[in-house]
C-alpha cells in the first residue's frame, strides 16, 4: 500500500452519550482499496465509530469526509456510496432471499438481478429461503450481499465472523478479499486477531474511546518485538485451527 | 451513480415487500378475514327466518284436521310432534316452547272441533304472538263461508327492500376488520421492524423515513381492500347483502375503508411508539380495538345501548365508520350525504396522528 488517496477521513471525533463519552478525539484515515480493521475490547467505540461514518448516528462534534462528502450536509450522498453490514440486523419478515434483494434494490435505486447478486456469495441455492432459516455463515454472506447491490466504493462489515465455525470465517475472508480485489474498500471490526492479521492491511487498535496504535499488522508485531516481547510458549509451524481445518476438510458446510 | 434517487420507487419496493410480507402473515390474515366471515357466516344463517314460535302438539291430539293444516302453513308456527306429557310439561317450564295444543272431534255437531290451547308465563311474549296467531286463525276457519257482516279487512303490503341481518351485521363486520387491521396490524409490524433493527438498515440506504411509513401504508391498505372486496363479494352473493348501486356502492364502501384504515393505523403508530415489549402490545392495542368492537354498533344498533353509554358510543371513530358504511350500503347514501360521519372521522384521524408524531419511535 502506497500512501493514496485517503477515502475516509476522521478527525478530532467525540461523541458524547448521557452519561458516557463514548469516543473522544478519534482522527485517521482509511485509505482507497485497503482493508482497514477496527480492534479493541467491546465497549471501546468501534460500533459507534463506524454508526457515525455510516451516517447512521449523530456525532457530538469533529469532521468526517467520505469519498469528498461531508456526513454533515451530504448523508444521502454518502449513503449511495457505502454498503453497510450492522452487527445484529434483522431483514423484513416473511421474505425470501431473492424477494428480499428486490427490496433493497428499490431501496437503493438500482436494477440489478436477485439471482447474481446472490451468486456473488454462493447462495444461489438458497434463493427460496428464508433469512431466518439461513445457517450463521450464510446470514453473514446474504448481510454481505446486500452491501454490494449499489456497487459501494466502500463497505463496512461489523464483526462479521462472530460466531462462525473456522471453515465459514476462512469462506467469508475469501469472500472479503475478492470483494477488495474488485476495487472495493473494506473497513472492519472484529475481535479476532488472527483474522485481522489476516485481512487487514493497516489496523487502528482503539481502547476507551482513542486510538492507542494504528499501522500494518506487521509493522506492529515488529514494534513489540523490538521491545523485548517474546511469547512465554515457543510458538510451533501450525496451531490448533490448521488442525481443526486439516481435520474436518476446507470446504465449509451449513449447519 | 449520478442518475436522481428515485423516492417513488423506493416507497413501491417497500410496499410491495410489505405487501407480500402481510399475505404470508396468519395473524393478518386470521384478523381481517377469518374473523370478520366467521361473524358474517354465523350471523348469516341466524338471521334467514325472522321470528318462530314453538307450538307442542299434546299427545293424543287429533292431527287430521283443518286447524293443525292451518298451523302447518303458518310460517311464524314452529309445530313440534311427537313430544310425550312430561316432556312438553317440563319445556313449557323453562319457556322452550310458547305453548301446547290439542284438538279434539267434538262431540256434539257444531263446532266440529274443539281445540285447548295453555300456554306459559315462562314465555310471554311468544305466547301473545301465539295467541293474536291463533284468534286469527280460528276466525278465518270459522268465517271463511259467511259474508262479513260489519266491515271485511283487505290486506295488503307495500314491497320495500328486506333490511336483512347481514345489511347490519356485515358493515360492522367489515369496519372491525379495519380496525384491527389497522391497529394490531401497523403496531406489530413497526414495533418489531425497530426492534430487529430492519428499519436501523434501511436507514443505511438513501430511502427516506416518510417513504417508509408510506410504503407500510401503501401495503396494509391494498391489504385490507382486497380484504373488504372479499367480504362484501361473501355477503352479497352468499346472503344476500344489499348493494343499492351496485358497484357504485361497493367503490363508496371502499373509499370509507381507505379513510377508516388510516385513521385506526394512526392508534396502531401510536402503540408501537408506547409498547415496551412485543407481549404489552396486544393489551394496548385491545384497550383501543375491543371497547369500539362491542360499543360502535358492531353487532347492535347503539340506539339499544342504555342512555349513559350512549354517548360514550357516539364519540368513537368505529361508530361513524359504521353508520357511514350501513347509509351507503343499505340506503344508498352517497360519500357526500355522510360527510359528517366522515368529518368525525378525520377530526379522529388528525388528533390521533398528532399524538403518533409525538409518541412513534424509530430506534
Not at chain 2, 385513521?263 to 407481549?279: P, R, Y
Request: proline share 4%; glycine share 8%; aromatic share 10%.
Amino acid at each position: 500500500m502506497d500512501r493514496n488517496n485517503a477515502i475516509i477521513s476522521v478527525r478530532n471525533l467525540v461523541k458524547n452519550y448521557a452519561d458516557f463519552t463514548a469516543v473522544k478525539g478519534l482522527s485517521f484515515d482509511v485509505y482507497e482499496n485497503e482493508i482497514f480493521g477496527l480492534l479493541g475490547p467491546n465497549g471501546a467505540g468501534k460500533t459507534t465509530t463506524l454508526e457515525i461514518i455510516e451516517t447512521l448516528r449523530e456525532k457530538t462534534s469533529g469532521e468526517i469526509i467520505v469519498d469528498g462528502f461531508s456526513v454533515d450536509h451530504d448523508a444521502n450522498e454518502i449513503k449511495r456510496i457505502i454498503g453497510v453490514q450492522l452487527q445484529a440486523a434483522g431483514y423484513y419478515p416473511n421474505l425470501n432471499l431473492v424477494e428480499l434483494m428486490e427490496l433493497f434494490a428499490g431501496l437503493y435505486g438500482v436494477n440489478i438481478k436477485p439471482m447474481e447478486m446472490l451468486e456473488k456469495v454462493n447462495l444461489q441455492d438458497k434463493a427460496k429461503a428464508k433469512y431466518k432459516a439461513l445457517s450463521g455463515g450464510q446470514k453473514q454472506r446474504f448481510s454481505i450481499a446486500t452491501t454490494l447491490l449499489n456497487s459501494p466504493k466502500i463497505i463496512f462489515l461489523d464483526e462479521p465472523t462472530t460466531g462462525l465455525d473456522p471453515q465459514a470465517r476462512r469462506n467469508l475472508w475469501d469472500l472479503i478479499t475478492e470483494i477488495r480485489k474488485n476495487g472495493t474498500t473494506v473497513v472492519i471490526t472484529t475481535h479476532y486477531m488472527d483474522e485481522a492479521e489476516q485481512l487487514c492491511d493497516r489496523v487502528a487498535f482503539v481502547e476507551r474511546g482513542e486510538i492507542i496504535a494504528l499501522d500494518t499488522p506487521d509493522n506492529l508485531i515488529d514494534q513489540l518485538l523490538s521491545r523485548g516481547f517474546e511469547r512465554t510458549k515457543e510458538v510451533k509451524k501450525a496451531n490448533l485451527e490448521d488442525v481443526f481445518i486439516n481435520l474436518t476438510g476446507k470446504e465449509w458446510r451449513e449447519g | 451513480m449520478n442518475k436522481p434517487y428515485n423516492h417513488t420507487k423506493a416507497t413501491l419496493a417497500l410496499a410491495k415487500a410489505s405487501f407480500r410480507s402481510i399475505m404470508r402473515s396468519p395473524s393478518a390474515v386470521v384478523f381481517t378475514l377469518a374473523f370478520p366471515l366467521i361473524f358474517i357466516l354465523v350471523f348469516g344463517f341466524l338471521g334467514g327466518g325472522g321470528i318462530k314460535v314453538d307450538l307442542a302438539i299434546a299427545p293424543g291430539s287429533d292431527l287430521q284436521n283443518p286447524v293443525i293444516k292451518a298451523l302447518e302453513e303458518t310460517a311464524v308456527i314452529n309445530l313440534v310432534k311427537n313430544k310425550s306429557k312430561t316432556e312438553i310439561a317440563q319445556q313449557l317450564e323453562k319457556g322452550n316452547i310458547a305453548g301446547v295444543i290439542d284438538v279434539r272431534k267434538n262431540t256434539v255437531p257444531q263446532p266440529a272441533y274443539l281445540a285447548n290451547v295453555q300456554y306459559t308465563s315462562a314465555s310471554m311474549d311468544k305466547g301473545n304472538i301465539l295467541k293474536s296467531v291463533l284468534n286469527n286463525l280460528m276466525f278465518m276457519l270459522n268465517t271463511r263461508d259467511l259474508k262479513p257482516s260489519v266491515a271485511e279487512i283487505r290486506e295488503s303490503t307495500v314491497h320495500g327492500r328486506t333490511y336483512r341481518t347481514i345489511d347490519f351485521i356485515l358493515p360492522g363486520q367489515l369496519g372491525f376488520s379495519l380496525l384491527s387491521t389497522g391497529v394490531f396490524g401497523t403496531a406489530f409490524v413497526f414495533f418489531s421492524l425497530r426492534q430487529t433493527l430492519v428499519i436501523k438498515r434501511f436507514f443505511a440506504t438513501p430511502v427516506k423515513r416518510a417513504s417508509i411509513i408510506l410504503g407500510e401504508g401503501l401495503a396494509r391498505i391494498g391489504f385490507a381492500l382486497l380484504g373488504a372486496v372479499f367480504i362484501i363479494m361473501i355477503g352479497h352473493f352468499f346472503f344476500h347483502f344489499t348493494l343499492i348501486h351496485g358497484i357504485v356502492t361497493v367503490l363508496n364502501m371502499l373509499v370509507l375503508s381507505i379513510i377508516g384504515l388510516i385513521v385506526f393505523m394512526g392508534f396502531g403508530f401510536v402503540v408501537s411508539g408506547i409498547a415496551k415489549s412485543e407481549s404489552t402490545i396486544p393489551p394496548i392495542a385491545n384497550i383501543i380495538t375491543l371497547p369500539q368492537f362491542l360499543l360502535s354498533g358492531t353487532f347492535f344498533s347503539i340506539d339499544h345501548f342504555p342512555v349513559w353509554l350512549q354517548p360514550i358510543s357516539r364519540a368513537l371513530p368505529l361508530t361513524y365508520l359504521n353508520d357511514a358504511m350501513r347509509q351507503v350500503a343499505f340506503e344508498g347514501a352517497g360519500l357526500w350525504d355522510v360527510k359528517l360521519q366522515i368529518l368525525i372521522m378525520l377530526i379522529w384521524g388528525i388528533a390521533i396522528y398528532a399524538l403518533a408524531v409525538k409518541v412513534f419511535k424509530w430506534e
